[in-house]
C-alpha cells in the first residue's frame, strides 16, 4: 500500500499535518507526553476489546526525530500482530522510508555522491534534513539504503559530530511549541 497516494500527500515531505491526518485515518490516540530528553521516544499501546490505539510521544525530544518516532509509533498501531524485532525492524523501515523515500534518496545520492568534499556533504545533508525537518541520520541511513539497492559505491563518512551539533541548533519539540528560549 502506497500511503501517501491513499492520503493525497503529493509533497516531498512529509508535514506534522500529514502525520496527524494519518493517525486520524487508523483512528490513532496521540498522547502528547513529557517524559524528559532521556525518556523513552514513544509508546503505543493496542486494546484489540476496544480496538484502539493509543501512541504516547515525548514531546521532550528533538524536533528533527520527532516526525521519525511519531510515524515509529503508528507502524505499531497499524501492524498489531507484528511482535518483538520484527515489529521494530518494520517501524523502523516503515519511518524512514515515509519520510525520506526511495525516490528522493536517489535525487539526492546523485548530488551528494559527487561532493569530494565530506564537510561540504555532510552540510549539504544538513540543509536537507532542517529543510524536511527530519534527522540527518535518516537521511544519511536512506541514502545508503537506496545505494545498496541499486548496488552503488556508499557514502563513507561519519555523520556523528554533525548530528549532534545539528540537534543542538534545532531544540526540543517542548521548547517550541511552548515558546521556552532554545
Same mark, same amino acid.
Given at each position: 500500500?502506497?500511503?501517501?497516494?491513499?492520503?493525497?500527500? #503529493? +509533497?516531498?515531505?512529509?508535514? %506534522?499535518?500529514?502525520?496527524?491526518?494519518?493517525?486520524?485515518?487508523?483512528?490513532?490516540?496521540?498522547?502528547? @507526553?513529557?517524559?524528559?530528553?532521556?525518556?523513552? #521516544?514513544?509508546?503505543? &499501546?493496542?486494546? /484489540?476489546?476496544?480496538? @484502539?490505539? %493509543?501512541?504516547?510521544?515525548?514531546?521532550?525530544?528533538?524536533?528533527?526525530? %520527532?516526525?521519525?518516532?511519531?510515524?515509529?509509533?503508528?507502524?505499531?498501531?497499524?501492524?498489531? +500482530?507484528? !511482535?518483538?524485532?520484527?515489529?521494530? &525492524?518494520?517501524?523502523?523501515?516503515?519511518?524512514?522510508?515515509?519520510?525520506?523515500?526511495?525516490?528522493?534518496?536517489?535525487?539526492?545520492?546523485?548530488?551528494?555522491?559527487?561532493?569530494?568534499?565530506?564537510?561540504?556533504?555532510?552540510?549539504?545533508?544538513?540543509?536537507?534534513?532542517?529543510?524536511?525537518?527530519? +534527522? /540527518?541520520?535518516?537521511?544519511?541511513?536512506?541514502?545508503?539504503?537506496?545505494? @545498496?539497492?541499486?548496488?552503488?559505491?556508499?557514502?563513507?563518512?561519519? !555523520?556523528?559530530?554533525?548530528?549532534?551539533?545539528?540537534?543542538?541548533?534545532?531544540?526540543? @519539540?517542548?521548547?517550541?511549541? %511552548?515558546?521556552?528560549?532554545?
Amino acid at each position: 500500500i502506497d500511503i501517501k497516494k491513499m492520503m493525497n500527500i #503529493n +509533497s516531498d515531505e512529509l508535514t %506534522f499535518s500529514d502525520i496527524m491526518s494519518l493517525y486520524n485515518y487508523f483512528r490513532v490516540i496521540f498522547i502528547p @507526553v513529557m517524559w524528559g530528553e532521556k525518556g523513552d #521516544n514513544g509508546l503505543s &499501546i493496542y486494546l /484489540p476489546k476496544n480496538d @484502539v490505539t %493509543f501512541v504516547y510521544a515525548n514531546l521532550e525530544k528533538n524536533i528533527a526525530d %520527532f516526525k521519525y518516532w511519531l510515524l515509529h509509533e503508528l507502524s505499531h498501531a497499524i501492524t498489531p +500482530s507484528l !511482535i518483538g524485532k520484527d515489529a521494530e &525492524i518494520f517501524a523502523e523501515r516503515f519511518a524512514a522510508i515515509m519520510l525520506f523515500p526511495k525516490e528522493i534518496a536517489a535525487h539526492y545520492y546523485d548530488e551528494i555522491i559527487r561532493i569530494k568534499n565530506n564537510g561540504i556533504a555532510i552540510n549539504k545533508i544538513k540543509t536537507i534534513a532542517s529543510n524536511m525537518i527530519i +534527522s /540527518p541520520y535518516t537521511i544519511y541511513n536512506e541514502i545508503n539504503n537506496y545505494a @545498496v539497492q541499486e548496488s552503488l559505491p556508499e557514502l563513507d563518512f561519519n !555523520i556523528g559530530g554533525a548530528m549532534m551539533n545539528f540537534n543542538k541548533q534545532t531544540g526540543l @519539540v517542548s521548547k517550541i511549541i %511552548f515558546e521556552e528560549e532554545h
